[in-house]
């Protein structure tokens, strides 16, 4: 019997957990939209610039020739 009411308890957690995520998703198109008409309200294009870094490290051995 407990372990019929431990599945019973997971089903629950499942149902909310896919509950948020489908909020999340929700708001996160919502928002996405949001930035698009803002866009083509405005005319402007968002430049994506990328970098990177590069780490140099000095060799601790001297080159004696």
């Known amino acids: 019997m ?3 009411a431990h599945l019973f308890h997971l089903k629950k957690v499942c149902k909310k957990i896919h ?3 489908y909020y999340f998703v929700e708001q996160s198109l919502c928002e996405l939209e949001t930035k698009e008409t803002k866009m083509v309200k405005t005319g402007s ?3 994506i610039v990328e970098t990177t870094d590069i780490l140099e490290v000095e060799s601790p051995v001297s080159e004696a020739h």
């Open 2 to 4: 407990a372990a019929l």
């Open 19 to 21: 509950s948020k995520e």
């Open 45 to 47: 294009i968002p430049i």
